[in-house]
């Protein structure tokens, strides 16, 4: 919104004059998120808006965000422009809500299940068009600043990139070999960086007392599935049958321990990048 003051005159006499304020409304829309204030944020221009997806709670563990413009008469989507944009991602449209000069149109952009990048790539351009042509079209360039991993966004905890998932032993070995762009299943060692169990006397794999974890809670609900146990990379070498790998068992968003079950059982892993 902009604002003025407008002076009416008497003609017969000029130095009479009265000051009207004036608020004009903007042609443009104005657009929000399903997570501002947390890890979205935006720089707006007369033809575009930047949109920048940052690390953040509130950004973890995401297949898409919704961005709502509200503006006079409303916007359809019209096109995606850039291959990246074309190939990692979609936009599903909303119900339109609001009133004529108050109209909110929410536009989701979904990554596809195939999307997998670390690169912060800039996706652009959105396109939209006003539903009345005598207001300017506008678009949205999107600037990723976080990776994403088959169509959804990790959490970073304690430095490291987590995405968790479920399955067997050689489900969750499959699935760290296959991820590409550098993503692996966690490693023990990997576990004991996401819970903040770095010190040596974290040191014995073969020690299952349960114990407290140096981790974030909130981040550790995105990164771990609760009441699970989680695969690692490692097998259990002096079992004689190779049936066991080692986990870390996650009982709560604040304790877990160290575990040795059966590679068929189904249990949760957690996929890593740094």
Same mark, same amino acid.
């Given at each position: 919104?902009?604002? =003025?003051?407008?002076?009416?005159?008497?003609?017969?006499?000029?130095?009479?004059?009265?000051?009207?304020?004036?608020?004009?409304?903007?042609?443009?829309?104005?657009?929000?998120?399903?997570?501002?204030?947390?890890?979205?944020?935006?720089?707006?221009?007369?033809?575009?808006?930047?949109?920048?997806?940052?690390?953040?709670?509130?950004?973890? =563990?995401?297949?898409?965000?919704?961005?709502?413009?509200? /503006?006079?008469?409303?916007?359809?989507?019209?096109?995606?422009?850039?291959?990246?944009?074309?190939?990692?991602?979609?936009?599903?449209?909303?119900?339109?809500?609001?009133?004529?000069?108050?109209?909110?149109?929410?536009?989701?952009?979904?990554?596809?299940?195939?999307?997998?990048?670390?690169?912060?790539?800039?996706?652009?351009?959105?396109?939209?068009?006003?539903?009345?042509?005598?207001?300017?079209?506008?678009?949205?360039?999107?600037?990723?600043?976080?990776?994403?991993?088959?169509?959804?966004?990790?959490?970073?905890?304690?430095?490291?990139?987590?995405?968790?998932?479920?399955?067997?032993?050689?489900?969750?070995?499959?699935?760290?070999?296959?991820? =590409?762009? /550098?993503?692996?299943?966690?490693?023990?060692?990997?576990?004991?960086?996401?819970?903040?169990?770095?010190?040596? /006397?974290?040191?014995?794999?073969?020690?299952?007392?349960?114990?407290?974890?140096?981790?974030?809670?909130?981040?550790?609900?995105?990164?771990?599935?609760?009441?699970?146990?989680?695969?690692?990379?490692?097998?259990?070498?002096?079992?004689?049958?190779?049936?066991?790998?080692?986990?870390?068992?996650?009982?709560? /968003?604040?304790?877990?321990?160290? =575990?040795?079950?059966?590679?068929?059982?189904?249990?949760?892993?957690?996929?890593?990048?740094?």
């Amino acid at each position: 919104m902009n604002s =003025g003051t407008l002076y009416v005159k008497n003609l017969s006499d000029e130095t009479k004059r009265e000051a009207i304020a004036v608020i004009f409304k903007s042609s443009l829309p104005t657009v929000t998120s399903n997570r501002d204030g947390q890890g979205i944020t935006y720089n707006c221009t007369t033809s575009d808006i930047d949109i920048y997806i940052k690390e953040n709670i509130g950004t973890a =563990g995401e297949t898409g965000f919704t961005f709502i413009f509200t /503006s006079p008469v409303g916007y359809n989507f019209t096109s995606i422009s850039e291959s990246n944009a074309q190939n990692f991602t979609q936009v599903s449209t909303g119900s339109q809500s609001g009133s004529n000069g108050n109209i909110k149109n929410p536009f989701t952009l979904l990554f596809k299940n195939s999307a997998t990048f670390s690169n912060s790539p800039n996706l652009y351009y959105y396109k939209f068009t006003a539903k009345d042509n005598r207001f300017p079209d506008y678009q949205i360039d999107l600037y990723m600043q976080i990776p994403v991993l088959k169509g959804k966004t990790p959490c970073k905890l304690n430095g490291l990139w987590a995405i968790p998932y479920t399955g067997t032993w050689t489900q969750a070995v499959n699935a760290g070999n296959s991820a =590409g762009d /550098s993503w692996r299943l966690a490693s023990m060692w990997d576990y004991r960086v996401l819970v903040g169990w770095t010190g040596s /006397s974290y040191n014995n794999v073969d020690d299952y007392t349960r114990r407290t974890f140096n981790a974030d809670e909130n981040y550790v609900k995105k990164a771990f599935i609760l009441d699970k146990r989680h695969w690692s990379s490692e097998t259990v070498a002096d079992d004689g049958s190779g049936e066991y790998a080692r986990v870390l068992d996650v009982y709560t /968003s604040t304790a877990g321990a160290y =575990g040795r079950p059966l590679k068929i059982e189904q249990q949760a892993y957690v996929l890593v990048h740094n």
